[in-house]
């Protein structure tokens, strides 16, 4: 899988049913925002971008780079109460970090 593909996958499977569920519950009952949507996005295509621009992977380099996006996803997600990343969004992050690392 291609980078591309990877970004792809993150809008259409992800941050499509943030927003759906963002749009349906409004901000005050989702316990998260746009701003926050926006934010995780940001992660992962920056997770996606990190890897791809190593020229010479090796697991230090990606293992830091793993470690950078899960961090970053968690407190992120601690932020809204957890209320951001469901279990289903969880499993394709972990998709995206396993296939991609």
């Not at 230090?60 to 809204?80: F, P, Q, Y």
């Amino acid at each position: 899988m291609n980078t591309i593909i990877y970004k792809e996958k993150i809008i259409s499977e992800i941050i499509k049913e943030m927003l759906g569920f963002l749009d349906d519950e409004g901000e005050e009952n989702a316990g998260f925002g746009k701003d926050d949507v926006r934010e995780c996005k940001e992660i992962l295509f920056d997770y996606i971008n990190s890897l791809a621009d190593i020229e010479e992977p090796c697991d230090d380099e990606i293992l830091a780079e793993v470690e950078s996006a899960v961090v970053s996803l968690g407190e992120l997600n601690e932020n809204t109460g957890g209320a951001l990343i469901e279990a289903v969004d969880k499993e394709i992050i972990l998709e995206i970090i396993a296939d991609k690392a």
